[in-house]
């Protein structure tokens, strides 16, 4: 089966999604999310420029060999612009492959081992009380497992947290990058007190999972972590930077809490040590910034000998193509985890029409063949691309600090 034809999709229906759509001489075709989000265009560079003039008359049944031509043949090895160029070719090769099987992506990757995907939803509120409440809709809502983000007293802005109660946050929410302060003793002396005030809320059985998005200095994180074990979180994610791999032996030292890290990673080398040393509970890295399932299928399948399980980043900057993706993955993976979704708007969820669903806390992926989700060209092609950055945090001082 030849490849006739690549093109490269960018749409702004609220906001910037890239998508990748291969056809064949077949008539069959496959799409594949290629969102890299605040450096959308560069990204649109690499493929055409790059990528897509090589792949035309290729066998796109040869998935394997056309990863290792476009990951050798960069030579620079590895970078999230190449790894999501990558990651787009290979979602749209499996796409096409599962089309052509006629099969449901699952499938294809060894069938079934769950019959539905447990996620995570996001709530976020001004300050604790806030939260509360969007926890509470979400319990409603039907999710078993939910995200807790708030405010801090004296901190004007906080990563993660919605504008207006009931809606989600949007990282990217200004044409250049917009500047926060933060302030980690604050955030130290409060965030307990949110843990604590869903406990007695909501009881033992919700799970509860945070994000710190890399804030704190690794001996803060094992301080925040044992802090905190009395509320039983399912995670505390991204707790420190995870370049330096080996600070993650000072935190373990310390808290039991169970850790996730990796939505940042393209590659299998920027988690290894983590996972072989156990450093780390849960690897959040997804299909649309690393390699795609071909690259993230070996992540997943190493991180299982050490009893590391995934919870894929799943905010809204990864496109519901990376979504139907992801959850045909979870469906088959044996060492899953959990799954993070974040709800699309609705000009998203129109452009990008999909067999996935949700019931009861839990997706599935749809029988539908391929990864069973779609991209409307008319409707993409009203939305044109918008300049949106992410943000700067800086300490009171002006000290420029991780957001
Ligand atoms: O856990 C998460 O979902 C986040 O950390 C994201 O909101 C992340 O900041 C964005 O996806 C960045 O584009
Ligand atoms: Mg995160």
Redesign the pocket.
């Known amino acids: 089966m030849e490849i006739l034809e690549a093109r490269v999709i960018v749409t702004c229906p609220g906001r910037n999604l890239v998508t990748l759509k291969i056809v064949t001489d077949e008539g069959i075709y496959g799409i594949g999310d290629a969102t890299l989000?605040?450096r959308e265009l560069a990204v649109v560079a690499y493929l055409e420029e790059h990528v897509l003039p090589a792949l035309i008359g290729r066998d796109a049944h040869r998935i394997e060999d056309i990863w290792q031509y476009l990951y050798r043949g960069a030579y620079w090895r590895r970078g999230p612009v190449t790894m999501t160029a990558i990651a787009a070719v290979d979602v749209a090769l499996w796409d096409i492959k599962a089309k052509a099987a006629n099969m449901p992506l699952y499938q294809l990757l060894g069938g079934k081992s769950r019959e539905r995907v447990m996620v995570y939803g996001?709530a976020t509120g001004k300050d604790i009380e806030g939260c509360l409440d969007e926890v509470a809709r979400h319990v409603e809502l039907g999710y078993k497992a939910v995200?807790v983000q708030c405010g801090v007293p004296g901190i004007a802005t906080t990563?993660?947290v919605a504008k207006r109660s009931g809606e989600r946050?949007e990282?990217?929410d200004s044409d250049l990058p917009a500047e926060h302060v933060w302030d980690t003793a604050k955030y130290l002396n409060y965030v307990p007190k949110l843990f604590a005030a869903v406990r007695e809320r909501f009881g033992d059985d919700l799970h509860i999972l945070h994000?710190v998005?890399h804030r704190l200095t690794p001996i803060e994180a094992g301080r925040l972590g044992k802090a905190v074990e009395p509320y039983n979180l399912f995670w505390l994610?991204?707790c420190t930077p995870a370049e330096n791999q080996q600070s993650f032996r000072l935190i373990r030292q310390h808290t039991t809490t169970p850790l996730a890290v990796g939505?940042v990673f393209n590659s299998i080398h920027d988690c290894r040590e983590l996972i072989q040393e156990q450093l780390i509970d849960y690897i959040?890295t997804t299909l649309v910034h690393a390699g795609g399932i071909t690259h993230v299928r070996r992540i997943a399948d190493f991180a299982a000998l050490f009893q590391v399980r995934t919870g894929f980043?799943?905010?809204?900057?990864?496109s519901p193509v990376c979504m139907g993706a992801a959850l045909h993955f979870d469906t088959w993976v044996p060492n899953f985890g959990i799954q993070?979704h974040?709800p699309h708007e609705d000009r998203i969820e129109e452009v990008f029409p999909h067999a996935y669903r949700f019931e009861d806390g839990h997706f599935t992926p749809g029988d539908a063949p391929g990864h069973g989700v779609d991209i409307d060209e008319d409707l993409a092609r009203q939305y044109p691309y918008k300049r949106a950055s992410?943000p700067v945090n800086r300490l009171e001082d002006g000290t420029l600090w991780h957001?």
């Open positions: 989000n605040g996001h995200r990563y993660g946050y990282p990217a994000d998005h994610e991204d939505e959040r980043h799943g905010a809204t900057d990864l993070e974040m992410l957001w």
